[in-house]
Structure formats: C-alpha cells, structure tokens
C-alpha cells in the first residue's frame, strides 16, 4: 500500500490532487507534529537541499510533521528546509485562481521549462513563512510543471495555474536554496527585510543565533 494510504489518480500524465482534499490532508496532519519555521538566515534556507533516496516511514512522518507545521503557521505550501530538515520535498495545500484547492507532496522536484508561448508573466504580491510578516511584487509565470517523486518514490508531475503555480515554483526553489526575495530587485528586497524586521509572526520560529 502506497504510504499516503491510496495512490491518486493520474490523468494525462499529470496526478490528480483535487479530490479528497480535506481527507487526505487531514489525516496527514493528524498524523503529524507542528514544528516551529526557519527564518531568513538560518543557513539550511541558502543552500540546495539534498535529494530523497530513501522513501520511508522516516520520510512519511517527516511528511506528516510538514502538513501540521503548514496548517499551524496558516500557509498554502512548505519545503522541508523551512521546518529545518535538508531535503527536497514539498507539501501543499492551495486554492488556485477559479477556487479550485490542490493538496499534495513533491519529492525532488524540477520545475519544467516552459516554452516561450506558455510564459505568461503574473506580477501578484508573494509571501513566505520564512519571510513573515513581509510581501512584494513578483512577476512569475502564471502556469508551472513540476516533476518529481511521491512518497513510493514512484515518478509524479504537477501543474498548476496562477496562484498555484507561484506556489509550485516557490515551493520548489525553497529546495534549491533560493527564497522569492532572492529574484527582487536589491531595492525592494531592502524593503521586504524592513517589512520582516518590524513585523512579528504569528506563528513559532526558530530564532537566528
């Protein structure tokens, strides 16, 4: 049996993480522990993650542990650097721009280059757990592929559309080191570290040494 309890459907090529929403993420985060979030500046955050090789019980847990700490700090999707642990998977749990929720889990994702006619630019305000309190404009494309592995190891793919497909290329360069302040002008990032600076999360986080 798959260790997400069910395998999801697949349908045309890309898995369906549309159905069962509510069931499934609930019974990961019941499963799980609520951990406190990493930061800006806490060295796990700045540099590539390492890939998933084993695909566990230690895995599935780690899982678990994500989808409570997502659910406990409000957010739409978390890489496992954020709660401090070096390697490439993912959770969501996002509503994409026609109100349509997606939940699932990505293993060593690799955003797909789209090719010229598909890179719509939406420049929408975008935030992150590790950032808190602090938004900027940043233009992405509005449509993403990921590929990666599920929690078998079995090979999946992921598209989204909008505000989903921010949080799959978010999501995804949080495993490769980067944060969305990474790709903003030095302007707006100065702007984006004053937002943090004076704001306090509502969440628990793990403080910088």
Do not use: W
């Amino acid at each position: 049996m798959s260790q997400q309890g069910t395998k999801q459907r697949v349908d045309d090529e890309f898995i369906v993480d549309t159905e069962d929403c509510e069931e499934r993420e609930r019974a990961f985060r019941e499963r799980g522990t609520a951990r406190p979030i990493t930061v800006y500046g806490n060295p796990v955050l700045h540099k590539e993650c390492r890939d998933v090789t084993v695909f566990d019980e230690e895995l599935a847990r780690l899982v678990d542990d994500m989808f409570a700490s997502q659910r406990a700090a409000e957010g739409v999707g978390l890489a496992a650097n954020q709660i401090g642990v070096d390697l490439k998977v993912f959770v969501y749990d996002c509503m994409d721009d026609e109100g349509v929720r997606h939940v699932g889990v990505v293993c060593n994702p690799v955003l797909e280059e789209l090719p010229a006619d598909r890179r719509v630019l939406d420049d929408s305000n975008e935030g992150c757990l590790s950032v808190p309190t602090a938004y900027a404009e940043l233009a992405r494309p509005d449509y993403a592929v990921v590929r990666g592995q599920d929690l078998d190891g079995e090979p999946i793919a992921v598209r989204g559309t909008g505000y989903f497909a921010r949080c799959l290329q978010h999501e995804t360069d949080h495993l490769y080191g980067y944060l969305y302040i990474d790709r903003l002008s030095k302007r707006d990032r100065k702007d984006v570290l004053k937002q943090m600076a004076e704001g306090t999360a509502r969440y628990e986080t793990v403080p910088n040494d």
